[in-house]
């Protein structure tokens, strides 16, 4: 992973509905979280994506932007937010470019991994969790993202 304190790498990918985004966009904003996962319509993955849906809207209204990134097609992700009910930005990363840029791929950068990153605005990376087959580090990552951010409103 990569490491806490290090300047979060720039991307471009495109969303759900083929719209570019790029993360120095999102950043003007505020603070990212940033989620790589392995396959759209997965259950650990659906668990996942409708956990941070679930706390999207308290994430949101401190001023973060979150981002789910994996290997699937602009129509996969489409799909899938729609049949979740997702809120949050989704990315295709086809060539798993990104991920690896992030360090979350493994097996030779055929599997993207369950990991994920908060990026202030300042594009400096200040927490990460990592968690393949369990959601719980990212779901205790979210709660850090809170407080972090509820104490200090202006970040």
């Known amino acids: 992973m ?8 720039d991307f471009s990918l495109s969303d759900a509905t083929g719209s570019t985004v790029s993360l120095t966009a999102l950043l003007a904003k505020g ?4 989620y790589f996962y392995p396959a ?9 994506a409708c ?6 809207e308290d994430l949101v209204a ?11 097609s602009v129509e996969t992700k489409r799909k899938f937010a729609a049949s979740n009910r997702l809120t949050q ?11 690896a840029v992030y360090d979350a791929t493994a ?19 200040v927490d ?18 809170l407080s972090r951010y509820k104490s200090t409103p202006s970040a």
């Open 107 to 125: 097996l030779l950068g055929f599997v993207v991994r369950r990991v994920t990153y908060l990026i202030d605005r300042d594009s400096t990376i």
């Open 31 to 34: 603070p990212v979280l940033l």
């Open 2 to 9: 990569l490491n806490i304190g290090t300047k979060a790498p």
């Open 51 to 56: 956990m941070f849906r679930d706390r999207s």
């Open 62 to 72: 401190l001023g973060m932007s979150v981002v789910g990134v994996s290997p699937q």
């Open 40 to 48: 759209d319509f997965t259950p650990v993955c659906t668990k996942e």
């Open 89 to 99: 930005i989704l990315l295709a990363d086809p060539g798993r470019k990104v991920a």
């Open 128 to 145: 990460s969790a990592r968690a393949d087959l369990s959601i719980g580090a990212h779901e205790a990552l979210v709660e850090r993202a």
